[in-house]
């Protein structure tokens, strides 16, 4: 594990921060945003820590612009609040933002797999299946970096097996504004084994070409992720 290192950009009152394994982006303002998006979600920014700009971008070697812009994207989805002349702080997560979220964000998968069921070749069926074969040992590690990396290609694979770029367009943008979400719901335990085992749910059903079932079992995959984040955020205030 990676030794925890302070943020320069925290007050004294806050807790540290850590680096985390980012999901592919060439961005510099998104891998700004994921990074501290990570911290907020995991608990390790708490709730009114302010954020610094100009220690922010000397932690990134960045400009303000891009640290600016990765704020303004972590307040559109409610996790900094932005004060005029006062700047950015963190934010708490409300429950119901989180289920919302996850909702919108079922109904885009369930579709992707539904259409994934009938119009994945076979090619891409078989690497979705090597991708939650190869999954099985990072559970047992409890490597939990690398199977957030993994869980990412799973569902990337599934909407690239749409064959339709729209759709996958829209699905990867979502995706990608939740993903820290979507990471800190596997900290929960034992939730690493169980996203694996919703994943062979949905591969069952992708393999047997039932689109309708890999959709419901989309569904409920995503309900789980939601419930396990918020329970995870419950323990975080207790």
Same mark, same amino acid.
């Given at each position: 594990?990676? %030794? ?11 807790? $540290? ?25 995991? #608990?390790?920014?708490?709730? &009114?820590?302010?954020?610094? $700009? &100009? ?13 600016? %812009? ?8 409610? +996790? ?8 950015? *702080? ?7 933002? *989180?289920?919302?979220?996850? $909702? ?28 939650? %074969? ?51 719901? +596997?900290?929960?335990? &034992? ?6 085992? $919703?994943? &062979?749910?949905? +591969?069952?059903?992708?393999?047997? #070409? ?23 955020? %419950?323990?975080?205030?207790?």
């Amino acid at each position: 594990m990676q %030794e925890r290192r302070r943020n320069s950009f925290l007050h004294t009152d806050c807790p $540290e921060g850590h680096p985390i394994t980012e999901p592919p982006n060439p961005l510099l303002s998104e891998r700004i945003r994921v990074a501290l998006a990570d911290d907020i979600t995991s #608990g390790q920014l708490a709730l &009114g820590c302010l954020l610094d $700009e &100009g220690a922010i971008a000397a932690r990134f070697g960045a400009s303000r612009t891009p640290v600016r %812009e990765a704020i303004r994207q972590l307040a559109a989805v409610g +996790l900094v609040d932005m004060r005029p002349r006062r700047g950015a *702080i963190v934010s708490g997560l409300s429950t119901q933002r *989180i289920i919302d979220m996850f $909702e919108m964000s079922a109904e885009i998968e369930a579709m992707c797999v539904r259409l994934a069921a009938h119009r994945m070749n076979p090619v891409e069926r078989s690497r979705l299946a090597r991708l939650h %074969e190869d999954s099985e040992a990072m559970v047992a590690a409890g490597d939990l970096d690398a199977y957030a990396n993994l869980n990412w290609a799973f569902h990337e694979t599934i909407y690239e097996g749409t064959h339709n770029a729209f759709l996958a367009e829209q699905a990867l943008a979502l995706r990608d504004r939740m993903a820290a979400f979507r990471r800190t719901q +596997l900290r929960g335990q &034992g939730r690493p084994a169980r996203s694996r085992a $919703e994943h &062979g749910d949905v +591969l069952n059903a992708i393999m047997r #070409g039932d689109g309708e079932e890999a959709a419901r079992c989309m569904r409920a995959h995503m309900f789980h992720a939601s419930l396990a984040l918020e329970r995870y955020i %419950e323990t975080l205030g207790q």
